[in-house]
């Protein structure tokens, strides 16, 4: 006689297990020791997760995220502030009693070089978890957004030809220079300095007046200096962005500057998870605690012994616009790790590979893909469901598209739902 305990859970691609509760596998243990001889059919969630980008690519519960590029997700580092000495270049060349000078500012005579800095930390760049991903892939969506404020009072600054860049920094020196006293520019693969005007190429300048205005805001595309800023912090090495341009005091009217006046410009870097990843791929694991049935040890060994038959059915949905591998791995107990387990105490399901998502020109997702696979198991294999806890592991690895680029949405996610069935001869007091 075959029975089947109610603990199923419909896996299709509708359904992805949720439903299943611990009290259907209070019920499951139950009936393995009630009734008459028989064969019960119990099948359990094993795991059932949705890898949303936030669990893929970063804890986004503490870090800050805004939508670029229709939708694209970015991370939104820590903003870093260059700070101009206005006022202090302007009393150099006015020699201001006091510190102060009430007068004629004429942009024509106080007009002074700029070359300013600010280091960048990679605990600044609020990846955390997208570290890895982001150390091997070549980021391809950025922007800056810069946020001028003129704390004068009554001194409106200029800055002309204002260009930002990308410099390592050197302990001993600082800011290491070429022959000729350049700065040395971090360049891009064909020798040329990452350079990126502000504003942008065909403006020559813009204007933040005395702080009785609002700042001046300016958002400007920055793919490759975000790109090798992130690669050298990432790498360990000591980077900074650096301002260069000509700062111009005044309007030509009366007016008065202090040697404290400043100008300063907050940098807020938006970086888009639009990547290019490498042929090996990226991986990110994922462990989560279920409860099992429950039984004594005597009982778990004779219960194996008595398994008919077993299998693993896996659901893989892959709603990104990369190649997506996942490999399940199952351990008897509630660990944080399940990879970390030594392989002998660990029972491996499967690995599903799924092709990437359909995606429209821009390398949006459209239509997601899918696959699933069977997975006949023995007696020892059932083991680590029969205890009090197991612990199902889960390995995604995603792999390049063609052309090796994607763009990821906060709504790309990858569905991932693994059950186990087994047909146990029990009954009679068992």
């Not at 870090?63 to 302007?90: C, F, H, K, M, N």
């Not at 971090?186 to 403006?203: F, K, M, S, W, Y």
């Not at 100008?263 to 990547?275: M, R």
């Amino acid at each position: 006689m075959r029975n089947a305990v109610p603990v199923t859970c419909l896996l299709s691609l509708g359904v992805t297990l949720a439903g299943c509760e611990p009290a259907s596998v209070t019920a499951a243990r139950d009936q393995l020791s009630r009734g008459a001889d028989r064969t019960v059919e119990l099948t359990l969630p094993i795991a059932v997760d949705t890898f949303w980008v936030d669990s893929l690519f970063g804890d986004w519960l503490t870090v800050p995220t805004t939508t670029i590029l229709d939708g694209l997700l970015a991370v939104v580092a820590s903003s870093q502030d260059i700070v101009i000495p206005a006022g202090d270049s302007a009393c150099a060349a006015l020699a201001c009693p006091g510190g102060t000078f009430t007068g004629v500012l004429d942009p024509a005579v106080l007009n002074f070089p700029i070359e300013e800095f600010q280091e960048f930390t990679a605990a600044g760049l609020n990846l955390e978890d997208f570290e890895d991903a982001a150390r091997d892939a070549t980021i391809n969506a950025a922007l800056m957004v810069l946020t001028v404020s003129n704390d004068s009072a009554d001194a409106p600054v200029a800055v002309a030809d204002f260009q930002l860049g990308v410099v390592q920094i050197d302990p001993g020196t600082g800011l290491p220079r070429r022959v000729g006293g350049l700065l040395d520019w971090e360049t891009d693969g064909g020798g040329a300095p990452i350079l990126v005007d502000v504003p942008a190429p065909g403006d020559t300048l813009f204007i933040a007046a005395a702080d009785s205005a609002p700042p001046v805001v300016d958002t400007v595309a920055a793919s490759a200096l975000v790109d090798r800023l992130v690669d050298l912090l990432l790498d360990s090495t000591r980077a900074t962005i650096v301002g260069v341009g000509t700062a111009l005091v005044g309007d030509g009217g009366v007016g008065t500057v202090s040697s404290t006046d400043q100008l300063t410009v907050s940098i807020e870097l938006l970086i888009g998870l639009d990547f290019t990843i490498p042929p090996a791929g990226v991986s990110f694991d994922e462990s989560t605690a279920r409860e099992g049935l429950d039984l004594d040890t005597a009982t778990v060994d004779d219960i194996t012994s008595r398994v008919d038959s077993a299998v693993a059915s896996l659901l893989v949905v892959n709603a990104t616009p990369f190649g997506v591998e996942a490999a399940i791995e199952v351990v008897g107990d509630s660990v944080d790790d399940a990879f970390a387990e030594p392989p002998a105490s660990r029972v491996p399901l499967d690995t599903i590979s799924v092709p990437p998502a359909t995606v429209d020109g821009n390398g949006r997702v459209l239509t997601a893909s899918l696959d699933t696979a069977s997975v006949h198991l023995t007696g020892d294999d059932v083991r680590p469901f029969l205890g009090e806890f197991f612990t199902a592991g889960v390995r995604i690895r995603l792999f390049p598209p063609n052309g090796g680029r994607g763009a990821v949405r906060a709504t790309d996610r990858i569905i991932v739902a693994v059950q186990a069935t087994f047909y146990v001869r029990t009954g009679g007091g068992q």
